[in-house]
């Protein structure tokens, strides 16, 4: 028990000092704040960092929503009518469950006749 103790302890401790490593700052400055006599031209219209969408991109992309939202509608219309199956399947099992009982009673009071 000692033993697992100590090389506890030696895990514990190793663990503890090893170095972690910490960010380094720059020595050297950002810099300063310069006057090039140019003032930003608010006229100019900006660009976008990448291509943006062309409309028949927007139109395949909004085609594709459509579709998934007509899938979505006859999803929940299966879904619904699958709920009606299986309304109809718990009737039918209802209706088994009556059956096989109705038999073993048949069954039983033909035993009691013999």
Partial sequence: ??????IFL??????CTQATP???LSPEPLGEPRKSGDFANI?????????QITPAERAR???????AGQQAATKKQN???QGASAAEI???????LAERRRRL???AATNREN
């Fill in 1 to 6: 028990m000692l033993r697992i103790l100590a």
């Fill in 10 to 15: 030696t895990i514990l401790l190793v663990a």
């Fill in 79 to 81: 879904t619904q009518a």
């Fill in 105 to 107: 009673a048949e069954i």
């Fill in 43 to 51: 006229n100019v219209m900006p660009q976008g960092q990448t291509a």
């Fill in 22 to 24: 910490t960010a380094v």
């Fill in 61 to 67: 992309a909004k085609a594709q929503l459509v579709n």
């Fill in 90 to 96: 718990a009737r039918l099992r209802r209706l088994a």
